[in-house]
């Protein structure tokens, strides 16, 4: 595991963080929603086996928008003092355990 380990500095800037990543995130999907209907226009009903670019660009969009419902789903708990604290004391814990 060479992910590094951090707890949250504070709940406000935690906060602001999450939400600049769902916009960042927001902007990334429109534009590759963008680009899915541009590919579609392009080679019409192409199968993916015929157009392997479609298939990757599926699953990019699949990437983004799981990394988009995580981001939101930070900003919840970081908008939130309760849930923010309840958040810090396990990272806090897993800390230790580690």
């Known amino acids: ?3 590094p380990r951090t707890l949250p500095i504070d709940q406000r800037n935690e906060q602001s ?6 916009e960042l995130l927001q902007k990334v999907l ?7 209907n541009e590919l579609r226009q392009r ?9 392997p670019c479609v298939r ?7 990437v983004v928008v799981s990394l ?9 708990l970081s908008s939130n003092e309760y849930l923010f604290e309840a ?4 990272q806090r814990e897993s800390l230790q355990e580690a």
């Open 68 to 76: 988009l419902k995580s981001m939101q789903e930070l900003a919840l």
């Open 17 to 22: 963080a999450a939400q600049l990543a769902v």
């Open 87 to 90: 958040l810090r004391d396990a």
């Open 56 to 62: 990757v660009r599926e699953a990019e969009t699949m």
């Open 30 to 36: 429109e534009r590759l929603t963008q680009s899915n």
């Open 43 to 51: 080679f019409g009903s192409a199968s993916v086996v015929q157009r």
């Open 1 to 3: 595991d060479n992910w």
